[in-house]
């Protein structure tokens, strides 16, 4: 571009070109601003065709196409942007054929036009990358192994090597002058990309070991994040919690601070309950025979009690011991009968899982009484679903407890003292 004589047009030669381009010679002005105003009409006659007809021709057979890649582009934009080059190019030639141009404001115009036409480029690989991905997380591999993260960071290296070719071609310098210099600029660029290098280490980190997926619900109590992460990206990771709000991670913190991921449970079909009932220890006793006999005869306690009286005989008969004189014998509890009865109950219940673990456990004593816990898993891990599962076991056991001669503790209510005053003066008369 540095002083190239402008190219010969064939039309010059023609005898009819004569007078108009003397005329043109002698008002210079007149001859570079129409020459002007007739190219940016051509290239927008250009970009009129490659809107509307080239582009309308691209989405009509994009529709049509049993693929889906082109719909993906298309929706980018990675077309649309393509069509901005012809009109860009077509000045870009056409500016060496404006006539009575200065020098310098035609290399100028070209510069100007070529670091758009890089930025347009830049632009247009930009939407390929988010075209790519979005067709990558149509595969189900895309749930286990997201890539949003490593084209962001393509993406930022191209607008970075876009910047420097812009800049260079706008100076009229080699792009190399700025790339050496780059080596000088590591401790300030390691500095504004800080968090980027970081995020780029932890999302590697976290994909390659398999730490979070989307879809996956994940609990994050130092960013009151609590529900299913629905994006993985370079910068952040999205979690929607359970009260429909958005909490935005930056990714790198993920290395820095513990989380609980929840996605074993859910592949494991199982959903833990852990809940105790508080047994009022006043209520605990021993069984009579009646009540022995009558519990007896509960299926689910049939073979529980048949077991245990063999057992208790037995033990008491080895060692001598009469259970109605020697307060050492062995007897049958409530508190063991109503806790044998639980366990039996969960085995045969529809919803729990009887191959994980499933135990009814007695916990230590508090002022709240004593705990009878059950920690067993249900079989469906929806949370409605448990949810409805574990309330309808409790409601049964509650209402079971003074089957077997207990009662629940409960702490006194307003209404209990009030009652309790109201019949004092009777009580004390």
Request: charged share 20%; no cysteine.
């Amino acid at each position: 571009m540095h002083g190239s004589p402008p190219p010969t047009l064939p039309w010059t030669e023609a005898a009819w070109y004569q007078p108009v381009g003397a005329w043109l010679d002698a008002h210079p002005v007149f001859a570079a601003l129409s020459g002007l105003f007739i190219l940016l009409v051509f290239s927008w006659v250009v970009t009129f065709v490659a809107r509307r007809i080239i582009l309308s021709v691209v989405s009509a057979l994009a529709k049509r196409s049993p693929t889906a890649w082109d719909d993906v582009m298309l929706e980018e934009g990675v077309f649309h942007r393509l069509t901005w080059l012809l009109p860009l190019l077509v000045i870009y030639r056409g500016i060496p054929l404006v006539p009575s141009l200065p020098g310098a404001l035609d290399e100028f115009l070209q510069r100007l036009v070529l670091a758009t036409m890089v930025l347009v480029a830049v632009r247009t690989v930009s939407a390929l990358l988010s075209g790519a991905n979005a067709i990558y997380n149509r595969y189900p591999m895309a749930r286990y192994r997201p890539i949003k993260g490593y084209f962001q960071v393509v993406v930022i290296l191209l607008h970075i090597l876009g910047l420097i070719f812009v800049v260079a071609v706008l100076i009229d310098q080699s792009p190399w002058f700025f790339v050496s210099g780059l080596g000088a600029m590591t401790a300030i660029i390691l500095l504004i990309f800080r968090d980027t290098l970081l995020s780029l280490v932890a999302g590697i980190q976290l994909t390659n070991n398999n730490l979070v997926r989307v879809g996956d619900w994940i609990e994050m109590p130092q960013f009151r994040a609590d529900g299913d992460v629905i994006d993985i990206a370079l910068h952040t990771v999205k979690v929607q919690n359970w009260d429909r709000t958005i909490t935005v991670i930056p990714t790198h913190m993920f290395l820095e601070h513990s989380f609980k991921n929840w996605r074993g449970m859910t592949e494991s079909g199982g959903r833990r309950i852990m809940r105790a009932i508080n047994v009022d220890m006043e209520t605990i006793r021993f069984l009579t025979d009646r009540e022995i006999e009558r519990f007896g005869s509960f299926q689910l306690l049939r073979a529980y009690i048949r077991g245990k009286i063999e057992e208790i005989d037995e033990f008491n008969r080895v060692h001598g011991l009469d259970p109605g004189e020697d307060v050492t014998a062995r007897r049958l509890t409530n508190i063991g009968t109503f806790q044998a009865y639980i366990a039996s109950y969960l085995r045969h219940h529809p919803n729990i899982k009887q191959d994980m673990i499933l135990m009814v456990r007695q916990l230590a004593p508090s002022p709240d009484g004593l705990p009878l816990e059950v920690y067993a898993f249900t079989n469906d891990t929806a949370w409605t679903r448990y949810e409805e599962i574990q309330a309808a076991i409790f409601d049964h056991l509650l209402a079971v407890v003074p089957e077997f001669g207990l009662r629940v503790f409960q702490r006194p209510s307003g209404n209990d003292v009030q009652r309790a005053l109201a019949s004092a003066p009777a009580l004390s008369g």
